[in-house]
């Protein structure tokens, strides 16, 4: 499959594919590891609602999305009795 070529590579920020098979569609999405896939399109997507970020070392991280706002906070749990 041609993903296994393009998955070679020591990066992965962005891929595209073009089909017009619809399950072909899916399993490149799938198989391509790279931080955005686009298929039968190409370009910088989306809002800040839609993560952004690479694969392997093209990745420092994720912009925009819930993922870039985990980076900027930190869980906790806090259990108050009253009484």
């Keep these: 499959m ?3 070529t393009a998955n070679r590579t ?3 920020l962005v891929a595209s594919a073009w089909t017009n098979d619809g399950a072909r569609q899916m399993r490149m999405m799938k198989a391509l590891r790279a931080g955005q896939v686009f298929i039968n399109a190409y ?3 989306g809002g800040i ?6 694969f392997k070392k093209s990745s420092h991280g994720r ?3 819930f ?9 906790k749990t806090a ?3 009253h009484g």
């Design 2 to 4: 041609m993903s296994s």
């Design 10 to 12: 020591s990066y992965g």
């Design 43 to 45: 370009g910088a997507a």
């Design 49 to 54: 609602e839609l993560p952004f970020g690479g």
């Design 63 to 65: 912009e925009k999305g």
């Design 67 to 75: 993922d870039a706002l985990y980076e900027f906070s930190a869980t």
């Design 79 to 81: 259990v108050v009795k």
